[in-house]
């Protein structure tokens, strides 16, 4: 009975925190390779609070965001994602340079651009892309 009892509050407790912390995810594919974009949140006295993190692969678990490899965007930042491989490597462009880049981030390479405009034929915006809750 007491272990019941302990996951139950361990599933809640857990539920809990993913609503007060949320975080949502996107996998956008070409081909073989796979890129996730997680919009997550940080707390700020004033102004937006939604910053971009890349993955260079698949997320499925909020426990694999500090283990693979990423470039994280300034926040309020979105980007533009190739639709099409460059030597077998995804084209991010933004107005912004990364804050951050964590580990090895290997087929994706980064283009700053002066002015950001919406997605087109070769290219997806971050804002286009589907999210959904990551727990």
Request: aromatic fraction near 14%; charge should be neutral; hydrophobic fraction near 35%.
């Amino acid at each position: 009975m007491w272990k019941t009892t302990l996951i139950v509050f361990a599933a809640i407790t857990y539920a809990i925190y993913c609503e007060l912390n949320p975080k949502e995810v996107s996998r956008y594919c070409v081909d073989t390779q796979c890129i996730s974009v997680v919009k997550q949140y940080k707390p700020v006295v004033s102004g937006g609070d939604v910053y971009i993190r890349i993955y260079q692969d698949r997320i499925l678990f909020r426990f694999q965001l500090e283990t693979k490899g990423y470039i994280e965007l300034p926040l309020e930042t979105h980007a533009l994602i190739s639709k099409r491989l460059v030597s077998d490597k995804f084209i991010v462009s933004s107005q912004g340079i990364p804050v951050e880049k964590h580990g090895g981030v290997k087929n994706i390479n980064f283009d700053l651009i002066k002015f950001y405009s919406e997605g087109d034929a070769d290219n997806i915006s971050t804002y286009d892309l589907e999210y959904r809750n990551l727990y």
